[in-house]
């Protein structure tokens, strides 16, 4: 009997010891949309494959809210990337077409967040994959510039020849020590005209205009982003009295030049306005009006005007399916500017805590809209017709798993990318995926400038730009740094052109060539810099993807 008990006490300790023992061919820390596709290339290679996630879920956003998806061109969406999103809409019996057009945000290109992240499991179990939840990762040990193994909190190591960080934070690539920026670079640095501190691209204005139905302009401004001037005071009158919440001073900086700061973020709502799936948004327990005053002033500023409010004010709604909606941000929504800084580089604690009040601000933003006495009737209704879905996020009361990183850690590495290459005034040598969206960029700060409050940083609308190629060295850490990783989200990106490659299809894209030269680097005993790019390029190209359109597209 007590041989016995002593078995199951020591059991434990010996799954823990043969886990910590155990060699992969490739570790991918960060079963998000672009860590599973690097997986599941991995384990087709035939290489053996462990995929760690630090929290609950897999998919990263495309199964937690960012259901209206930014495609870009279609024609550029190819490999594990095309087949996954075509299977997906094949089960709400839609075809997608992924010819050579501009397919603006949602459309045929929309998400169930249930539905995302069950496919993603289903590849995985239909995989060699083996996947960890809950591996939050605290250290990596080297051997020179090699890693050789890394360490979750709960104290579990994994060891593998091949690592790919496939995280939006960067956070294997930053305990691997490879250099990184969350800093905005000056235009001259890499001679662009879209980086650094910027006031002038946005300034508020009284008129707007009629938007047309589907809410934009003609130069496709959406109403989501009506500006107008308000005072960022405390008392609209006088400057000394303070600032309003969320809003920072003007420091005298110039447009164009080096600034701290990383694009805002927020959640991505699954939303439904049909009855039987809908959960009412309650009261916050820690509700406070006065966090919500920004709001109230531009609602009395934009009724004033003429404004024939709707809730599009205060979120870009797109339809999904099954009577649910996309919501997301708007010029005052549920971005909360500056929050984002302290996220990159915060420990797993201090992320938590800016999860819950990223979450109960929107909450609170909802309860303000639906039920304060200067909100217009019309929009109050609106907003109390929605609700968080009974079948999205089950285990989350119906609340998105993921916050919304547009933007983090960035690598600097041998190359990286810029606006110049998102315009093709310079072409990326060795691409091994393409982009196509715009310099898609939300704003950094809310200042008080010229009296008003002024979104720092926000580009007005995407730029677009032809499909590009991103090269490999963007995606590899310099040589003397580290020479068995591969990084697919924090990539190595000016400010500025991360805002086009940030998008979930590239990501994956990224991925899926990151995995398949990770099985080359392993192949050849090799660097993952020495690699034989030609072979890595007949290989991504015959696994269906595309590296290049005509100069015209």
């Given at each position: 009997?007590?041989?016995?008990?002593?078995?199951?006490?020591?059991?434990?300790f010996?799954?823990?010891?043969?886990?910590?023992?155990?060699?992969?061919?490739i570790?991918?820390?960060g079963?998000?949309?672009?860590?599973?596709?690097?997986a599941?290339?991995?384990?087709?290679?035939?290489?053996?494959?462990?995929l760690?996630?630090p929290?609950?879920?897999?998919?990263?956003?495309t199964?937690?809210?960012?259901?209206?998806?930014d495609?870009?061109?279609?024609a550029?969406?190819?490999?594990i990337?095309?087949?996954?999103?075509?299977?997906?809409?094949?089960?709400?019996?839609?075809?997608?077409?992924f010819?050579?057009?501009?397919?603006?945000?949602g459309?045929?290109?929309v998400?169930?967040?249930?539905?995302?992240?069950?496919?993603?499991?289903?590849?995985?179990?239909a995989?060699?994959?083996?996947?960890?939840?809950?591996?939050k990762?605290?250290?990596?040990?080297?051997?020179?510039?090699?890693?050789?193994?890394v360490?979750?909190?709960?104290?579990?190591?994994f060891?593998?020849?091949v690592?790919?960080?496939?995280?939006?934070?960067?956070?294997?690539?930053?305990?691997?020590?490879?250099?990184?920026?969350?800093?905005?670079?000056?235009?001259?640095k890499?001679?662009?005209?879209g980086n650094?501190?910027?006031?002038?691209?946005?300034?508020?204005s009284?008129?707007?205009?009629?938007?047309g139905?589907?809410?934009?302009r003609?130069?496709?401004?959406?109403?989501?982003?009506?500006?107008i001037?308000?005072s960022?005071?405390?008392?609209?009158t006088?400057?000394?009295?303070?600032?309003?919440?969320?809003?920072?001073?003007?420091?005298?900086?110039q447009d164009?030049?080096?600034?701290?700061?990383?694009?805002?973020?927020?959640?991505?709502l699954?939303?439904?306005?049909?009855?039987?799936?809908?959960?009412?948004?309650?009261?916050?327990?820690?509700?406070?009006?006065?966090?919500?005053?920004?709001?109230?002033?531009?609602?009395?500023?934009?009724v004033?005007?003429?404004?024939?409010?709707?809730?599009?004010?205060?979120?870009?709604?797109?339809p999904?399916?099954?009577?649910?909606?996309d919501?997301?941000?708007?010029?005052?929504g549920?971005?909360?500017?500056?929050?984002?800084?302290d996220w990159?580089?915060?420990?797993?604690?201090?992320?938590?805590?800016?999860?819950?009040?990223?979450?109960?601000?929107?909450?609170g933003?909802?309860?303000?809209?639906?039920?304060?006495?200067?909100?217009?009737?019309?929009?109050?209704?609106?907003?109390?017709e929605?609700?968080?879905?009974?079948?999205?996020?089950?285990?989350?009361?119906?609340?998105?798993?993921?916050?919304?990183v547009?933007?983090?850690r960035?690598?600097?590495?041998?190359?990286?990318?810029?606006?110049?290459?998102?315009?093709?005034?310079?072409?990326a040598?060795?691409p091994?995926?393409?982009?196509?969206?715009?310099?898609?960029i939300?704003?950094?700060?809310?200042?008080?400038?010229?009296?008003?409050?002024?979104?720092?940083?926000?580009s007005?609308?995407?730029v677009?730009?032809?499909?590009?190629g991103?090269?490999?060295?963007?995606i590899v850490?310099?040589?003397?740094e580290?020479?068995?990783?591969?990084?697919?989200?924090?990539?190595?990106?000016?400010?500025v052109a991360?805002?086009?490659?940030r998008?979930?299809p590239?990501?994956?894209?990224l991925?899926?060539?990151?995995?398949?030269a990770?099985?080359?680097?392993?192949?050849?005993?090799?660097?993952?810099?020495?690699?034989?790019?030609?072979k890595l390029r007949?290989?991504?190209?015959?696994?269906?993807?595309?590296?290049?359109?005509?100069?015209?597209?």
């Open positions: 009997m007590m041989k016995s008990n002593l078995v199951l006490v020591l059991l434990p010996f799954l823990v010891s043969q886990l910590r023992a155990r060699e992969y061919d570790c991918v820390y079963a998000t949309s672009g860590g599973v596709v690097a599941l290339q991995a384990d087709r290679m035939g290489k053996s494959v462990v760690r996630e929290y609950h879920h897999v998919g990263g956003m199964s937690s809210g960012l259901s209206a998806l495609v870009g061109n279609p550029t969406i190819v490999g990337a095309r087949e996954y999103f075509a299977e997906l809409a094949a089960r709400y019996g839609k075809e997608l077409k010819e050579n057009y501009f397919a603006h945000t459309g045929d290109f998400i169930e967040p249930s539905g995302a992240e069950k496919l993603f499991l289903e590849h995985i179990e995989s060699n994959i083996e996947l960890f939840f809950d591996k990762i605290v250290s990596a040990k080297k051997d020179g510039a090699n890693i050789t193994s360490t979750m909190i709960d104290g579990t190591t060891r593998a020849k690592f790919i960080d496939a995280t939006y934070e960067g956070d294997l690539m930053a305990r691997a020590g490879v250099s990184y920026t969350t800093t905005r670079e000056a235009n001259s890499y001679n662009e005209t650094g501190f910027s006031l002038k691209k946005y300034k508020p009284i008129y707007w205009g009629v938007p139905e589907n809410g934009r003609a130069d496709r401004k959406g109403i989501w982003d009506r500006d001037p308000i960022p005071y405390i008392d609209p006088d400057k000394n009295s303070g600032l309003l919440p969320t809003i920072k001073p003007y420091k005298g900086a164009g030049q080096e600034a701290p700061g990383v694009q805002a973020y927020c959640f991505r699954c939303m439904t306005d049909n009855p039987a799936n809908r959960i009412r948004i309650p009261k916050p327990a820690n509700y406070d009006p006065w966090n919500y005053e920004i709001q109230r002033r531009f609602i009395r500023a934009c004033l005007q003429g404004d024939d409010m709707d809730i599009r004010w205060f979120t870009k709604l797109d999904l399916v099954n009577d649910k909606w919501f997301n941000t708007a010029t005052f549920s971005n909360i500017p500056g929050l984002s800084w990159p580089d915060a420990n797993w604690d201090r992320r938590q805590e800016l999860y819950d009040y990223q979450r109960d601000y929107h909450l933003l909802l309860y303000f809209l639906a039920n304060d006495r200067v909100v217009p009737e019309k929009l109050q209704n609106q907003v109390r929605f609700g968080l879905c009974k079948d999205e996020f089950v285990d989350n009361g119906g609340w998105p798993y993921q916050i919304y547009r933007e983090a960035r690598m600097v590495s041998d190359l990286v990318m810029n606006e110049n290459h998102c315009t093709r005034k310079l072409t040598e060795k091994v995926a393409m982009a196509s969206y715009g310099l898609d939300h704003e950094i700060q809310r200042i008080a400038y010229q009296d008003m409050v002024f979104r720092e940083g926000k007005p609308a995407s677009r730009v032809k499909p590009y991103i090269g490999y060295d963007a850490p310099k040589s003397s580290c020479t068995n990783l591969l990084v697919t989200f924090a990539v190595s990106a000016s400010h991360f805002g086009s490659i998008m979930e590239t990501f994956m894209m991925s899926q060539s990151a995995a398949t990770a099985c080359q680097k392993i192949d050849q005993q090799s660097t993952v810099q020495a690699i034989n790019y030609p007949t290989t991504i190209l015959a696994d269906g993807q595309i590296l290049s359109l005509s100069s015209s597209q």
